[in-house]
């Protein structure tokens, strides 16, 4: 069965940082397009970034410069890195495989002084 699980959000201020983790179960992390994405309360969710089997990465404009995705291949885990976080990146965090699409939870990332 396929499941991803994230963890790591929380409450941040202006210019700090966070760690997402998507625990992968069913498949290998390391054989699938994996992508993050968000969604702001009143928004529609967006994609933020991609990591394809091969390593190669792709951002949003959004994340591009701030946030780095990446994987441990032995944790069957991806990752998303955030720095410089600021307050329009308040929302829940997703992870998705792309191939069934299937999503995640969600993790909120709340980002206030």
């Known amino acids: 069965q396929v499941r991803l699980e994230e963890s790591g959000g929380g409450s941040v201020q202006p210019g700090g940082s966070l760690r997402l983790s998507c625990v992968v179960s069913g498949f290998s992390v390391s054989d699938q397009i994996m992508t993050w994405h968000r969604q702001a309360p009143d928004e529609a969710r967006g994609w933020l970034a991609t990591?394809?089997?091969?390593?190669?990465?792709f951002y949003s404009d959004s994340a591009k410069g701030r946030f780095t995705v990446s994987r441990d291949d032995h944790k069957n885990t991806l990752f998303l890195q955030m720095d410089s976080l600021k307050p329009e990146d308040t929302a829940v965090y997703y992870c998705q495989d792309f191939e069934s699409a299937t999503w995640g939870q969600g993790t909120w990332v709340t980002v206030s002084s």
């Open positions: 990591l394809a089997p091969g390593g190669a990465t």
